[in-house]
């Protein structure tokens, strides 16, 4: 023990620390120091900061300082599922900890005076390369239905926070079956849709958006007989009746990464309602070149949609012409469409019925086709059957599909309700969309695993059913995509109680649980901010409310932390507030819910 002064002695200055010197194997060196000013310092002048306590480290091992934990500490629970750090969890009936989040919101965007979004009228795509997306929908003039389209973009700010551009008029005069889709490789989005006073042509035309969101269109200078301002032009496609009665049933498109192509189906009305098909490529980068039509189906198209198989490279068309749900399978090469199998009018898939709302996608990490239908019965079902589709050759390929699941019940008297399908490989889900009940406007979203060709229903929620807020939403055609840079899923749709406004709809795919609009799962069951990232069945250690969690990025000092839709924090205030920031990285972990219950 040294007595060892920290200045020459005088009248005024007596300042002496006393310091401790212990050895265990090892020469003595200094293990705590006490100073003048009553400081206490841990292996050397190590006084630790204002608000940290002495912590012990255990045995054999030195104690230190450390921030306070206010009365909180943490838990351990077996994740369910994969739980990011710094995360809202909540505890599942079994026990385990599961990432919380902010499940849906309700976006309407501020559309212009007249904006309408019927059934065949709405559409949106996203662009990756910027983070960019389009919507398109129609305003109305003397009668006639003018095409527009807005950009848009999502904050990466927890909450999914959505920008909306100003309206650009695509087509001048009266038009409908729009589509659209993004394509990387010249990153441009492409708009389809049917030019009536054009006689009923099919038409297609470029757009950019910039990083004002603001729309520049492009296209060719030939077929100019519908500029939309003089300089601007379209190429057309389809000589006339571009799709069966212009319900958006019979019209759809989908986008090769592989090819650096897209694709349209449709119904060709002029021509006995067959099933054509064309693909639409940008070699110079600036106008679209289309290739010549390519038949399908010679049966008559009721009612298609098409997917793109990245496996095969293959697209696959989900169809029914008066025999039942079948399929297509097709690829393109030189920038035409090339059969790959079934021949047409075979590769039945459901014969009971006729179907009239078909949606297909492609779920990426099974490999597998999930086609979605809603037959004709009364009442309407809503049912989903999983398709592995063969490696054979063009023509040789084929799809062995497992058993139709059913999800939903749609009543008799819904002649609109739409279906889509969206996978998200993030959390290996697909999801359907539905029309639930017309007559009061319910939109459901299915929920399904896939284990092979089997699929299980895991959950049904409904994306407007709280008071007051369901009427007459219901899921017209619509348009739906999830954003692999936010891990939101978009839905846009016609709302038919606020004048046929077309609702920006966002939502996380990560909820399983409760709820309805704007809810957030589990939060009855709250625990805390989860500390280090865990996968799932492994060990979540869970910082507890009155805790300190050290494991957040980009905080705002003495700001609060709500649960955000994309199961982040988020300072958009929302339901339930977890947190307050005390560091950048470090939040004091609360637990306030502003309905009510804590």
């Not at 129609?138 to 100003?166: C, M, P, R, Y």
């Not at 001048?172 to 006689?199: G, H, L, T």
């Not at 090339?338 to 021949?343: D, F, L, S």
């Not at 019940?409 to 697909?430: E, F, K, L, M």
Request: glycine content about 14%; some cysteine; hydrophobic content about 35%.
């Amino acid at each position: 023990i040294q007595a060892i002064a920290q200045g020459t002695f005088s009248a005024s200055v007596n300042a002496t620390d006393l310091i401790f010197y212990t050895g265990h194997s090892e020469a003595a060196t200094e293990k705590f120091r006490f100073t003048s000013q009553g400081e206490i310092g841990i292996g050397g002048a190590n006084y630790g900061s204002d608000g940290q306590v002495l912590t012990s480290g255990g045995a054999g091992a030195a104690p230190a300082w450390e921030d306070a934990g206010g009365g909180g500490g943490t838990i351990d629970l077996v994740a369910d599922g994969t739980i990011p750090a710094g995360a809202p969890t909540f505890i599942t009936s079994a026990g385990k900890a599961k990432h919380m989040v902010r499940m849906m919101a309700d976006n309407e965007v501020p559309w212009p005076s007249g904006a309408q979004g019927n059934a065949n009228n709405v559409a949106i795509a996203y662009g990756t390369t910027d983070n960019r997306g389009i919507i398109l929908y129609h305003t109305t003039s003397g009668g006639d239905e003018l095409g527009q389209v807005k950009g848009w973009t999502v904050a990466d700010d927890g909450n999914g926070t959505i920008t909306h551009g100003t309206a650009t008029q695509f087509c001048s005069q009266d038009s409908s079956e729009y589509k659209c889709w993004y394509d990387d490789s010249v990153n441009k989005f492409f708009i389809a849709y049917r030019d009536r006073d054009d006689s009923n042509k099919g038409k297609v035309m470029t757009a950019t958006v910039g990083s004002d969101l603001a729309i520049t269109l492009g296209g060719l200078a030939e077929g100019a007989d519908n500029p939309t301002s003089g300089t601007i032009a379209d190429v057309t496609f389809e000589g006339g009746a571009f799709g069966k009665n212009e319900n958006g049933l019979n019209v759809a498109v989908a986008y090769s990464t592989t090819d650096d192509a897209g694709v349209i189906v449709y119904a060709d009305g002029d021509d006995s309602n067959k099933g054509k098909a064309v693909v639409v490529t940008c070699p110079s980068g600036t106008a679209p070149t289309v290739s010549s039509e390519f038949e399908w189906n010679g049966n008559g198209v009721e009612a298609c949609d098409v997917v793109w198989d990245p496996d095969t490279n293959k697209f696959i068309i989900a169809y029914e012409d008066g025999n039942g749900l079948g399929y297509y399978i097709g690829r393109i090469d030189s920038g035409a469409v090339v059969q790959a199998g079934p021949a047409i009018g075979s590769g039945l898939i459901d014969e009971t019925g006729v179907m009239t709302r078909i949606a297909i996608g492609y779920d990426t990490t099974a490999d597998k086709v999930i086609i979605s239908y809603r037959d004709t019965g009364s009442p309407y079902e809503v049912y989903t059957i999983a398709g592995a589709v063969s490696s054979a050759a063009d023509s040789g390929m084929s799809i062995t599909f497992g058993t139709k699941v059913q999800s939903g019940v749609v009543a008799a008297s819904v002649s609109n309700g739409a279906v889509h399908v969206i996978h998200d490989p993030a959390t290996d889900r697909n999801i359907v969309f539905a029309s639930d009940n017309h007559s009061t406007g319910y939109i459901e979203m299915h929920i399904f695993t896939i284990s092979g060709t089997a699929l299980t229903l895991v959950d049904t929620i409904d994306v407007y059913n709280e008071s007051g807020t369901n009427t007459n939403k219901m899921l017209r055609q619509g348009d739906a995509l999830l954003d692999p840079d936010t891990g939101l899923v978009h839905l846009i749709h016609r709302h038919d109680g606020g004048s046929n406004y077309p609702y920006h709809i966002i939502m996380s795919p990560l909820a399983d649980d409760g709820g309805g609009m704007g809810s957030v799962t589990g939060v009855g069951e709250y625990i805390g901010l989860n500390t280090t990232a865990v996968t799932d069945g492994n060990t979540a250690t869970i910082t507890t409310p009155g805790g300190l969690n050290e494991n957040q990025t980009g905080l705002t000092v003495a700001s609060q932390y709500f649960i955000g839709r994309t199961g982040k924090v988020s300072t958009v205030s929302g339901e339930h507030m977890v947190g307050l920031a005390t560091a950048s990285t470090k939040m004091l972990v609360l637990n306030f819910d502003p309905r009510g219950s804590v």
